[in-house]
């Protein structure tokens, strides 16, 4: 059962469309990641599902329920945002709290969420502190402590380990989708790294331009990208794609574009010649960056590489690791 369906949703700021015409479903107790650069609609449409800004046209049911005129507060969604919008002057107690108060939840309701929420996040001996005295990845659990305690069976996130650093980022993302699945939660999760969209998503739906560019899990995206666009913006380092007649490479059709992942790439005795243009060492590995026929191609080799810039390397792949791009329109070729 989808917990949430976009139909047809487009949202226009005067003369701009922003969003246009998204459809997608988030099933009940599933990840679902809206991944983007900036500015592709991904927050837009986090807005418009929680009912903070409202559709130009289209429709957004909630557990089976239209709520495309609903207030915020009248859709039964948790939201947690960037900022993590916590009260300096509250302790943790009555920060996680504060929302069941102004909606008047008895009393003995309120201890019985908070005391489940403080179990699940471990907060249970931060809760007579103050932000001011917690670590970013404390906060950012308070902020998860009022989502839970709403009890709402819908959690949207929009882009909440952003403040983060690197290692943070990594065990909060373990720790939110451990929680989801825990709780059962169906969750909508904003983002622009694509790694956090790997990592944790049953559904990734990557925007351009305020459209869909593909939908669908994590492993479909990377094994066969609809688009250039999706291409380059799933993998680290992004997939090669370059001119295949230029590089004197058969291809399907005239004109074609040739995609190859750097770690499919492999240098060899012989193949494609090429130049090598730098040299990254990344511990497990090093990245090879090369140049041939004008073309920048990234090979990803074990261990560290003995190359270095202005080496003439052999540039190998097999035709399983290939994918072709239309030229014009970047589409997938079938």
């Known amino acids: 059962m989808a917990a949430i369906v976009l139909t047809n949703v487009s949202k226009d700021w005067g003369e701009t469309r922003v969003l246009d015409d998204v459809s997608f479903a988030a099933d009940e ?60 002057h509250l302790t943790v107690r009555e920060n996680i709290v504060f929302g069941l108060k102004a909606r008047k939840v008895p009393a003995a ?12 996040l471990g907060l249970a001996a931060l809760l007579e502190r103050k932000p001011s005295q917690l670590s970013g990845g404390q906060q950012q ?30 065990d909060m993302r373990r720790e939110i989708r451990a ?18 969209a790997m990592t944790m998503a049953d559904r990734v739906i990557l925007m351009e331009r305020g459209r869909i560019a593909q939908n669908g ?15 380059r913006f799933i993998g680290t ?16 059709r005239p004109g074609a574009l040739l995609g190859v992942r750097p770690e499919n790439v492999a240098v060899a005795a012989e193949g494609l010649p090429a130049r090598v243009v730098t040299v990254e060492y990344l511990g497990a590995d090093s990245l ?10 990234f090979a990803k080799v074990e261990g560290k590489s003995a190359l270095k810039p202005g080496d003439t390397v052999h540039l190998a792949w097999v035709d399983g690791d290939c994918h072709w791009f239309d030229a014009k329109t970047g589409e997938r070729l079938q």
């Open 29 to 88: 107790g599933s990840l679902v990641v809206l991944l983007g650069p900036s500015g592709c609609g991904k927050s837009t449409t986090l807005r418009l599902i929680a009912g903070l800004d409202q559709v130009s046209s289209g429709t957004i049911t909630i557990a089976g329920r239209d709520v495309t005129a609903l207030k915020p507060g009248q859709r039964s969604v948790a939201m947690v945002f960037q900022s993590y919008a916590l009260f300096p």
């Open 109 to 120: 309701d309120r201890e019985r969420r908070l005391a489940r929420a403080a179990d699940v």
């Open 141 to 170: 659990r308070v902020a998860l402590g009022r989502a839970i305690v709403a009890e709402s069976p819908v959690c949207l996130m929009d882009e909440p380990l952003s403040n983060l650093d690197a290692q943070l980022r990594g």
């Open 179 to 196: 929680l989801q699945q825990r709780l059962g939660m169906t969750m909508v999760y904003v983002t622009h790294d694509q790694v956090e």
């Open 217 to 231: 899990p994590p492993e479909e995206l990377y094994a066969r990208p609809r688009t250039v666009f999706a291409a």
């Open 237 to 252: 380092p992004p997939m090669n794609v370059v001119d295949a007649a230029r590089l004197s490479i058969p291809s399907p």
């Open 288 to 297: 090879v960056e090369t140049e041939a026929a004008g073309e920048k191609i």
